[in-house]
């Protein structure tokens, strides 16, 4: 069983539709959870990061973290054509150890 | 600003022959590292520096070197490349803020190994 699962997809929506990408992990001692957004044949970029629980906002995106359930989730309002990509999850027990990473999700917004 | 660059984007080689791919910042982050992404796998770490002449290894690191002459520079080597190393190669370079490190990619090397 891989550490952090992430369904492949694609997840395909249309545009303005609230989107919700999710990963599940195993490892209780996660602490650090990422969220990457990678274009088609371009390097990942970051694009919001928490600690431990709770929300976080950042214009049309929200993280969530689900410590107790072991799932984090990235939600997307008003979604746009550009978009569409690789959603990528990662997560560390602390910032002295290396990130473990989901496969990504690919999403496809519908014009 | 540049930010990270990989030269080169796209390469064939074929089995038992040597390479470098190159990576350089210009953000003047002391950590950088590489990994490969391979289809329905996350991304998985190679190698990995802390700082100018100082290297580590990741998770993935049989068949590869590395060296860090240069904060600036980071090139991976593959020794005596095989069908298994086939994948697409990311360079990323970090800087930390309050403990955690924020990761900047390049765009990528396309490897193929005949």
């Known amino acids: 069983q891989k550490e952090v699962e992430q369904d492949p997809g694609p997840l395909s929506v249309p545009e303005g539709a609230i989107v919700s990408l999710n990963c599940t992990y195993s490892?209780?001692?996660?602490?650090?959870f990422m969220w990457y957004r990678q274009y088609s044949r371009k390097g990942p970029e970051l694009l919001m990061y928490?600690?431990s629980s709770g929300n976080k906002e950042d214009g049309r995106f929200t993280a969530q973290v689900d410590k107790s359930s072991k799932y984090i989730s990235l939600f997307i309002r008003d979604s746009q054509p550009s978009d569409s990509a690789t959603y990528l999850c990662?997560?560390?027990?602390?910032?002295?150890?290396?990130?473990?990473w989901g496969a990504g999700t690919k999403l496809i917004i519908k014009p | 600003n540049a930010g990270v660059t990989q030269t080169p984007k796209f390469q064939v080689l074929k089995t038992g022959q040597s390479m470098t791919l190159q990576c350089a910042q210009d953000?003047?982050?002391?950590?950088m590292s590489w990994y490969r992404q391979d289809p329905g796998m996350g991304l998985r770490l190679i190698h990995y520096?802390?700082?100018?002449?100082?290297?580590d290894q990741g998770e993935v690191p049989n068949g590869y070197n590395v060296s860090r002459s240069t904060t600036e520079d980071f090139p991976l080597r593959l020794l005596s490349a095989a069908p298994s190393q086939t994948s697409v190669y990311f360079c990323?370079?970090?800087?930390?803020?309050?403990?955690?490190?924020?990761?900047?990619f390049g765009a990528g090397t396309r490897l193929s190994v005949l």
């Open positions: 953000m003047n982050h002391e950590y």
């Open positions: 990662a997560m560390s027990p602390d910032s002295n150890y290396q990130l473990i």
């Open positions: 520096s802390v700082g100018a002449g100082i290297t």
């Open positions: 928490t600690y």
């Open positions: 490892n209780s001692a996660f602490q650090y």
């Open positions: 990323a370079s970090s800087y930390s803020d309050r403990g955690l490190d924020i990761q900047y």
